[in-house]
């Protein structure tokens, strides 16, 4: 088969191949991580907390990773693929980003509603347009207490990609929140 591009010169991935290497990866057998393990807390000048990354976990969320059983050999967690789960084990939300880590710090910690577009749509799922309206006006309180609840009971499980490529990471997020039938995750604007 030959090699196709787009109009921007981009290589668009054979996807026989893709499908073939996704069904090697075993959620199952990849482990997940509670928040507090990944990210720790600083506290910051406003007397506001920021939450930066545990370097030595890192580096032991990858070895974990890496013997999981699955194909996935990293040895940083950048770009890829995250899947979040709540504790009744229910798939809630699975994202993809160049830049992983910091996406999921947003979910977790942010308090704008175009950051924290997963908690967004957590509040405002059931409402009438009129209390949309009104949710904007006190997202950030309720943004607050909704992302204290994900940082104590979510795990995160990571599929990190030693490349990013975003033909393969959007086909991947697709599967598996299909696959995984996660609660969350709408393609409505894509």
Known sequence: MKNLYNIWNEL????DEIFNDIKTISIDTLPNFAFDY????SPIR???V???PIDANISKVCKKINNSGN??????????????????????????SKYILSRIKQHFCRT?????????MMLKHGKSKDEIIALKESFKEQCKNL???MRKEWKITFIPFNNYDPYIIHFYEIYF???LHSLYNTYKTH
Request: hydrophobic share 30%; net charge negative.
């Open 71 to 96: 194909k996935i050999k990293v040895s940083t967690i950048e770009s890829g693929l995250y899947i979040l789960q709540d504790l009744k084990n229910d798939y809630q939300y699975i994202g993809e």
């Open 38 to 41: 990944i990210f720790m807390p």
């Open 12 to 15: 668009i991935p054979n996807i």
């Open 46 to 48: 406003n007397g506001g």
């Open 112 to 120: 704008d509603y175009h950051s924290a577009n997963l908690v967004y």
């Open 177 to 179: 929140s299909c696959k």
């Open 50 to 52: 920021d939450y930066l």
């Open 147 to 149: 992302q204290e609840k």
